[in-house]
């Protein structure tokens, strides 16, 4: 969001961004209908203020409040844009099965039944009552536009960017210790077993490769406990990371590895890509949107630890693979610039502003 605002202003448009923390008094007392309460006082906002805006843009769930009313009361305020990471129904699905296998414990047949009474009827609606949208990854542009009916060109696929801040160059000499970089929170859904349990696999042939989670926002205890005993030692936590520090975390390993089980379109391999790095990351949701296998990565298959530790073995045994492999994942990155981004977000809302106006 705060990408396209800055690019959008330097084309002479007005943005402002609302968060959660703008519009919701804290604490909050019904936790649990938060994303509701939420949605309903971002609609009451934009009303409030509809002589202010052209357009509005809301992030998927929280437009549902503002899509409704502008369906059912007319002259209720600007046309209505949807911005939407991924499809609830990858999500649904991958995390069902990890807890099919004793994992994802949040995700019990419970709280699955309330998230389809409640957190998949606000994405329902966020995508039924918009007047156009934007989706970060092929996938969910289709779920969206099929499942939904919605005419075709009103949901568009618009992949997210990369700073040119890592744009870096690398050096891919041969070394004798390689290091290994995971990005993103220590979420189930990221994959995290997958990724111990494959460089377990790793660690036990190869003494001299290491590990460093960054930017999980968990203690290092809590992080180096999903690792066998034996191989805690190996993995470095960084639990915070500033956006500044982030192009000389990159520029300092050898090789990105991102076992996501579900994403949108995931800012950190765009980033790892645009450094150099070679990257292994799963043949799902976005990654496969930017990741050719073989060619500017390696793609393995979602919640495969062996399939996992094999491309990285791959990859630890050949610097010319690195090489090859990075240099055409920065190629890849140059199409991935936020400007050009930028472009096609400016081209729907402009076409919002010019069909979806309710007066």
Request: glycine residues 6%; hydrophobic residues 40%; charged residues 25%.
């Given at each position: 969001?705060?990408?396209?605002?800055?690019?959008?202003?330097?084309?002479?448009?007005?943005?402002?961004?609302?968060?959660?923390?703008?519009?919701?008094?804290?604490?909050?007392?019904?936790?649990?209908?938060?994303?509701?309460?939420?949605?309903?006082?971002?609609?009451?906002?934009?009303?409030?203020?509809?002589?202010?805006?052209?357009?509005?843009?809301?992030?998927?769930?929280?437009?549902?409040?503002?899509?409704?009313?502008?369906?059912?009361?007319?002259?209720?305020?600007?046309?209505?844009?949807?911005?939407?990471?991924?499809?609830?129904?990858?999500?649904?699905?991958?995390?069902?099965?990890?807890?099919?296998?004793?994992?994802?414990?949040?995700?019990?047949?419970?709280?699955?039944?309330?998230?389809?009474?409640?957190?998949?009827?606000?994405?329902?609606?966020?995508?039924?009552?918009?007047?156009?949208?934007?989706?970060?990854?092929?996938?969910?542009?289709?779920?969206?536009?099929?499942?939904?009916?919605?005419?075709?060109?009103?949901?568009?696929?618009?992949?997210?960017?990369?700073?040119?801040?890592?744009?870096?160059?690398?050096?891919?000499?041969?070394?004798?210790?390689?290091?290994?970089?995971?990005?993103?929170?220590?979420?189930?859904?990221?994959?995290?077993?997958?990724?111990?349990?494959?460089?377990?696999?790793?660690?036990?042939?190869?003494?001299?490769?290491?590990?460093?989670?960054?930017?999980c926002g968990n203690s290092e205890a809590e992080v180096r406990s999903s690792f066998a005993p034996e191989i805690r030692d190996r993995v470095s936590v960084v639990p915070f990371v500033?956006?500044?520090?982030?192009?000389?975390?990159?520029?300092?390993?050898?090789?990105?590895?991102?076992?996501?089980?579900?994403?949108?379109?995931?800012?950190?391999?765009?980033?790892?890509?645009?450094?150099?790095?070679?990257?292994?990351?799963?043949?799902?949701?976005?990654?496969?949107?930017?990741?050719?296998?073989?060619?500017?990565?390696?793609?393995?298959?979602?919640?495969?630890?062996?399939?996992?530790?094999?491309?990285?073995?791959?990859?630890?045994?050949?610097?010319?693979?690195?090489?090859?492999?990075?240099?055409?994942?920065?190629?890849?990155?140059?199409?991935?610039?936020?400007?050009?981004?930028?472009?096609?977000?400016?081209?729907?809302?402009?076409?919002?502003?010019?069909?979806?106006?309710?007066?």
């Amino acid at each position: 969001m705060l990408n396209h605002a800055r690019e959008l202003e330097k084309r002479g448009h007005q943005v402002d961004c609302w968060f959660i923390e703008d519009v919701l008094p804290r604490p909050v007392r019904l936790k649990h209908f938060e994303s509701l309460i939420f949605a309903y006082r971002i609609a009451q906002r934009i009303v409030q203020k509809r002589s202010a805006y052209d357009v509005v843009n809301i992030h998927a769930p929280w437009g549902c409040i503002y899509g409704l009313r502008r369906k059912t009361i007319r002259a209720t305020g600007p046309p209505y844009v949807l911005f939407m990471h991924g499809s609830e129904e990858r999500y649904v699905r991958m995390m069902r099965r990890e807890q099919s296998k004793g994992r994802a414990s949040n995700f019990n047949c419970k709280n699955r039944a309330w998230h389809r009474v409640y957190h998949q009827m606000m994405f329902d609606w966020s995508i039924r009552t918009c007047d156009y949208g934007l989706v970060v990854n092929r996938e969910a542009w289709a779920m969206a536009e099929l499942k939904y009916n919605r005419e075709p060109g009103r949901i568009r696929y618009v992949p997210n960017g990369v700073g040119e801040e890592f744009f870096v160059e690398r050096s891919y000499a041969p070394r004798s210790r390689l290091r290994l970089l995971y990005v993103g929170t220590w979420l189930d859904r990221k994959g995290v077993f997958y990724l111990a349990e494959s460089f377990g696999l790793l660690a036990r042939e190869d003494s001299s490769v290491s590990l460093t989670v960054a930017g999980c926002g968990n203690s290092e205890a809590e992080v180096r406990s999903s690792f066998a005993p034996e191989i805690r030692d190996r993995v470095s936590v960084v639990p915070f990371v500033s956006r500044n520090e982030m192009p000389a975390v990159y520029a300092s390993h050898d090789i990105f590895v991102f076992p996501s089980l579900v994403e949108g379109m995931p800012l950190t391999l765009l980033e790892a890509m645009a450094s150099g790095m070679p990257i292994i990351t799963t043949a799902s949701s976005g990654m496969q949107d930017v990741v050719e296998n073989d060619f500017n990565g390696l793609l393995v298959p979602p919640a495969e630890s062996n399939e996992l530790a094999a491309a990285i073995r791959k990859l630890c045994s050949s610097a010319e693979l690195r090489c090859r492999l990075g240099h055409e994942a920065q190629n890849t990155m140059k199409r991935y610039t936020w400007p050009r981004a930028t472009d096609q977000v400016e081209q729907i809302l402009m076409l919002a502003v010019e069909h979806g106006w309710q007066s």
